[in-house]
T-cell receptor, first 113, second 112 residues
């Protein structure tokens, strides 16, 4: 099955700095690469995703980059703001008739004013 | 507005009780999932279902069972609750593999 690793587990930045979170996966057939954000007291919500025929996707201050050869993809947040403080999860998959939807262990991002 | 609704936000049960956690989605999704979330351990998959009456074990199914009698409803059952099942439980649904998953608000279960 899919083995998913996410680094770092915690990240602390100053407001305005950039943050990068990396997700490594094992299933070379994976073709869907999403990032979810979980705010306190809520369920995770999709913030950005990318498919395997695209190398990079950007949405305002957030971007996702994919390296299929190396089997990793990254979340980039620029000009961080306090409201970016949350736990972020990756969940690579989409390869089979059905998939287990496995998440990385999560990254707790703290943005300090 | 798409919705995944979990029946309770907070639940306190006694050791040995049978516990039912209910999840309903209104998006006609094929796939439904149950996770538990513990500090430092991320989201761990308990069970998932890709069709009515179909279920598959996730990574930590021991001590749990599930039921999906209707497409919109997926229930997680703790046959005999134990204190190590105290956790946050999250339900999710998606239309098919490789698409966005939608989560409920979570149920914080405490077993005493």
């Amino acid at each position: 099955g899919e083995n998913v690793e996410q680094h770092p587990s915690t990240l602390s930045v100053q407001e305005g700095d950039s943050a990068v979170i990396k997700c490594t996966y094992s299933d070379s057939a994976s073709n869907y690469f999403p990032w979810y954000k979980q705010e306190l007291g809520k369920g995770p919500q999709l913030i950005i995703d990318i498919r395997s025929n695209v190398g990079e996707k950007k949405d305002q201050r957030i971007a996702v980059t994919l390296n299929k050869t190396a089997k990793h993809f990254s979340l980039h947040i620029t000009e961080t703001q306090p409201e970016d403080s949350a736990v972020y999860f990756c969940a690579p998959g989409g390869s089979g008739g059905y998939n287990k939807l496995i998440f990385g262990a999560g990254t707790r991002l703290a943005v300090h004013p | 507005d798409v919705k995944v609704t979990q029946s309770s936000r907070y639940l306190v049960k006694r050791t040995g009780e049978k516990v039912f956690l209910e999840c309903v989605q209104d998006m006609d999704h094929e796939n439904m999932f149950w996770y538990r979330q513990d500090p430092g351990l991320g989201l761990r998959l308990i069970y998932f279902s890709y069709d009515v009456k179909m279920k598959e074990k996730g990574d930590i199914p021991e001590g749990y069972s599930v039921s999906r009698e209707k497409k919109e409803r997926f229930s997680l059952i703790l046959e005999s609750a134990s204190t190590n099942q105290t956790s946050m439980y999250l339900c999710a649904s998606s239309s098919y593999p490789g698409t966005e998953a939608f989560f409920g608000q979570g149920t914080r279960l405490t077993v005493v």
